[in-house]
C-alpha cells in the first residue's frame, strides 16, 4: 500500500484525501489549525454556496487566467458532479434566485461532519496542529504540540490556500520555501474584497453599513446587476467583488480607478432626461430626484457627491451621471480581508497531473495555484476539482513508477 502525505485539511485537501482512499492509498493529512476545513466552515454560516447553476460553457468562462489544466480539472468535475457528491453525503441541494446553489440545511457543518464520518470510515488519518515549516530533501518537517516531526511519504499533496483570512489558516507562509525550491509563484494579492473611497465623516456617520440595491457597475469586467454595501472605510459586498479584480488591475496599471454605477438600470437614458426635464427648478435636488428619477436616501446623497454643481441643473447632464456614476477608488482593502486571493504557483511550474515540475513527487491543488474567480460558489468548486485532480494525478504517476 502507498503512502500519501497531504499539507492542508480544506476542501482540496479533504477531497484529494477521498480519491485517494478510495483508490486504495494509505492516506494521512497534515493541518496547521486546532480543526479542519476552518474557512469552509465561517464561509458557510450564512449560507454554504458550494457552486453555480449556469450554463456549463458560461461557468468556465468565470475563471481568470483559463489555464488548460485548470479547466481540463473542471470538465472532470463540473458543478452538477459536485451537488451529485454532496447529495451522496446527505447534503441535498437547491438552487437559489441568483442561481447559487447551495445544501438545504444552508450552513457548512452538517456537510462537514458527513465529509469526515466517510474520511474516518476510508481509514484516513487527521493530525491537526501539525504546522508545516519546509523542505528536508524529499521529505518535510513540520512543528507539532510535541515538536519537529519529518513527514515522508510516497507522493505528496499541498493544498494550503492562498493568503486570505490568515487568522483560519491560509497565510501564505508556503511562497517563500516553494519559491526557494525553484518554484515560480505570482505574487498573492487580495481578490473578491472591498475598496477605499474617501468618504467624509458626515456620510459613514449616516450611511456605514447602507446597502445600494437595485443597480448595475460597469468595468472592465463587463456590466452586470446586484448590490453593494458602504463601509466605514469604502465599499463592499457581492456586486463589488463581482469587478474587484478588474478594478484591482486598473488601479495597479493607472493609479486610479473608477466604481462605475447605473443608479436607475430599469430606465432609458431618454424616458429619464424628459423625467428630469419635466421637474420643477425651483424644487429642491432633492426633491427632483426623488420625484424625477425616484431616487433618495443613500442613491441621491452619492449623486450630489460625484456631481458637479453644473450637472445638476442640467437635466441632460444629470442624467449622463445618474446613468453611469463614477464612485473614485483609494486603494483596494487588506488581503487579510479579502474573501479570496489571485496569484500563486504558475501552471507552467506543474505538469498535467499537478506535480511540481521543480520536485518530481510533490503535487499542489486549491487557491495554491495561480487562478482567480469570482463569489458564487466558483471558489469552491475550482478548489475540489483541483484537489480532485491533483489526486488522480498522484495515482497515475504512483502506477507509472
Known amino acids: 500500500m502507498t503512502d500519501v502525505a497531504i499539507i492542508g485539511g480544506g476542501p482540496a485537501g479533504l477531497m484529494a484525501a477521498e480519491v485517494l482512499a478510495t483508490a486504495g492509498c494509505r492516506v494521512t493529512i497534515y493541518d496547521g489549525m486546532p480543526s479542519v476545513a476552518r474557512k469552509l466552515l465561517l464561509a458557510g454560516k450564512s449560507g454554504l454556496n458550494l457552486t453555480h447553476s449556469e450554463p456549463y460553457q458560461r461557468f468556465v468562462t468565470r475563471y481568470h487566467p483559463a489555464e ?30 441568483s442561481g447559487r446553489v447551495f445544501p438545504k440545511a444552508m450552513k457548512a457543518s452538517p456537510l462537514l461532519r458527513a465529509w469526515l464520518r466517510r474520511l474516518a470510515s476510508l481509514g484516513i488519518t487527521v493530525k491537526t496542529r501539525h504546522r508545516w515549516i519546509g523542505f ?48 515560480d509563484v505570482a505574487d498573492l494579492r487580495p481578490a473578491n474584497v472591498g475598496f477605499d473611497v474617501a468618504w467624509d465623516g458626515l456620510f459613514i456617520e449616516r450611511f456605514a453599513g447602507t446597502p445600494v440595491k437595485s443597480v448595475t457597475a460597469t468595468s472592465d469586467a463587463g456590466t452586470t446587476p446586484g448590490e453593494f454595501v458602504i463601509s466605514r472605510h469604502g465599499i463592499e459586498g457581492s456586486l463589488v467583488y463581482a469587478h474587484s479584480a478588474s478594478l484591482r488591475d486598473r488601479l495597479d496599471h493607472d493609479g486610479k480607478a473608477n466604481f462605475v454605477i447605473d443608479l ?90 499537478f506535480m511540481l515540475k521543480a520536485r518530481p513527487g510533490t503535487f499542489v491543488a486549491g487557491e495554491m495555484l495561480d487562478w482567480e474567480a469570482p463569489t458564487g460558489g466558483y471558489l469552491l468548486t475550482a478548489c475540489m ?12 504517476w504512483l502506477e507509472s513508477r
Request: aromatic fraction near 6%; proline fraction near 5%.
Open 264 to 353: 436607475v438600470p430599469g430606465r432609458t437614458a431618454e424616458r429619464l432626461a424628459r423625467d428630469l426635464a419635466r421637474q420643477d427648478a425651483k424644487a429642491s435636488f432633492s426633491n427632483q430626484l426623488r420625484k424625477g428619477a425616484g431616487l433618495d436616501g443613500v442613491k441621491a446623497t452619492l449623486v450630489r457627491l460625484f456631481s458637479t454643481e453644473e450637472e445638476r441643473h442640467d437635466p441632460a447632464r444629470l442624467t449622463a451621471r445618474l446613468k453611469a456614476l463614477p464612485i473614485p477608488l483609494v486603494r483596494i482593502r487588506p488581503i487579510e480581508e479579502a474573501i479570496s486571493s489571485a496569484g500563486g504557483i504558475r501552471f507552467d511550474s506543474i505538469d498535467a497531473r
Open 136 to 183: 528536508s530533501g524529499k521529505n518535510l518537517i513540520c512543528e507539532t504540540p510535541d515538536g519537529r516531526l519529518e513527514v515522508a511519504g510516497d507522493a505528496i499533496l499541498f493544498a494550503l490556500g492562498g493568503a486570505s483570512w490568515p487568522r483560519l489558516g491560509s497565510d501564505a507562509a508556503w511562497v517563500e520555501p516553494f519559491r526557494t525550491a525553484g518554484v
Open 385 to 396: 476539482a483541483t484537489g480532485r485532480a491533483a489526486a488522480r494525478g498522484i495515482i497515475d
Open 68 to 97: 488548460h489544466a485548470l479547466i481540463t480539472a473542471l470538465d472532470a468535475f463540473r458543478p452538477d458532479d459536485l451537488i451529485a457528491w454532496a447529495n451522496t453525503l446527505g447534503a441535498d441541494c437547491f438552487v437559489g434566485s
